[in-house]
């Protein structure tokens, strides 16, 4: 089973076990319709996910801002797919210092509405997520 027939079949699991589901119950039914491959290309694939991890952690303290940011930044290289990092540290200081304080005015509103998803998700939902819709004469339940 390919990944797009694994994908198609979560649906199927999203409609018997939804709303919540966990990532064990994911693991498990993927395993139960054949969708791994084999260990060895598992174990690979989660070398590779541990790399990318560590490589998530590695951060850089901006002196100006006392901001803690990411210090590598992977990217994919459109012509060859494979995934490489830029070393925030080894841009010009004016281009750091730019991309910290972009990257600040972001942090800032990902968290506001990771913030406004989680109480969502806990059942106040008071938060106007489809400002758009509500504006164009849609309701949210359409």
């Known amino acids: 089973m390919g990944p797009a027939e694994i994908i198609a079949s979560l649906k199927e699991l999203c409609e018997e076990d939804g709303p919540k589901i966990r990532t064990e119950t994911i693991v498990e039914w993927i395993d139960r319709h ?22 998530r952690q590695l951060t850089y303290e901006d002196e ?48 506001s509405v990771r913030r406004a998803m989680s109480d969502y998700f806990a059942g106040q939902e008071f938060f106007p997520f489809y400002v758009g819709a509500e504006a164009d004469g849609e309701s949210i339940e359409e």
């Open 34 to 55: 054949g969708g791994f491959e084999t260990e060895a290309e598992l174990i690979a694939f989660a070398k590779k996910m541990k790399a990318r991890q560590y490589a």
């Open 64 to 111: 100006e801002t006392g901001l803690k940011v990411k210090r590598l930044w992977s990217f994919r290289d459109p012509a060859t797919g494979d995934r490489y990092y830029n070393d925030i540290l080894q841009l010009p200081e004016e281009r750091r210092r730019r991309l910290v304080r972009e990257y600040a005015h972001f942090l800032e509103q990902l968290k």
